[in-house]
């Protein structure tokens, strides 16, 4: 317990010691890995807008008008059996003749010339929750569209196609970005620890003298290290939550874009933790490169 105690001492010392060197790395390291945050935070809110979305789509599917009774019926059968299937719901001609008239009303005079109602009869299908991905909705709709009866099968492909391939294109940015940003806060946090090395090299020349073990030496290094990683990433969390905050205020003062505001969200607590957790890794790694780098045993 002692030793942990001094090892941790030890560290501090050394934060204390290059206190402007360490203040620096962790502001720098705080804007880098604010960097990775933001793509980061645009990816998940984009994940759970795609999510919230594709629980809304309804697939229109249009029956032929000679399609009568007990056909329809059995088709509807048929839906309803299907596993993939959550609801059915069935919509006559007259039903959507209604429903025409309620949503357009200063059109519904261009259907009064045409004598018989020339709307289909369809049914309203929602697909169960794992199978509402663009590629499953894709293959039922074309399965669907082979049975009889079915006129057409209708809904918005093109719009959650592109969607999914944002969301696809963003990720690729955020890992690449993620990538090279960490790499940058690897090599910031490490010529952290170089210079703290190189500052103390006849202090850890006497401890091996004494015959200290090098990895009796290495610890305070990682230790100041992970910390540093650590504190940046916090800083960088607290740095990205205040502009979230400043963004979400600002769409609810300029009245635009009404009700995105209730669907973005920060990071939650697990998130947030793992992400401090990463910034502890990244640190303990920067820690570990420069030992390496400079030669401990030599230093």
Known sequence: MRRLFYLVREAWANMRTNRTTTIVAVLTTAFTLACVGIFLLLYVNLRHAA???????????????????????????????????????????EQALGEFRVQFPGES???????????????????????RSPD???????????????????????????????????????IGVGILLSAAAVTIIGNTIRLALLARREEIEILRSIGATRTFIRIPYFLEGAVLGACGSALSLGILKVAFELFRQQIQLTGRFSG???????????????????????????????LLRVGEGRA
């Open 51 to 93: 999510g919230s979305l594709q629980e809304d789509v309804k697939l229109m599917v249009y029956l032929e008008d000679r399609l009568r009774g007990e056909r329809v019926q059995e088709l509807e059968r048929k839906l309803k059996a299907d596993r993939m299937v959550a609801e059915v719901l069935f919509i006559s001609k």
């Open 109 to 131: 005079h261009l259907l009064e010339g045409l004598g018989e109602n020339p709307l289909p009869a369809s049914f309203v299908v929602t697909l169960a929750p794992s199978f």
């Open 136 to 174: 499953a909705m894709r293959g039922w709709v074309e399965r669907v569209q082979t049975m009889a009866g079915v006129a057409k099968v209708d809904y918005n492909q093109e719009w959650l196609s592109l969607l999914a391939e944002l969301i696809g294109y963003i990720e690729l940015v955020a």
């Open 260 to 290: 995105i505001e209730g669907m973005i969200s920060f990071f939650p607590l697990s998130v947030c933790l793992a992400l401090v957790m990463a910034g502890m890794g990244l640190g303990f790694a920067g820690s570990v490169v420069s």
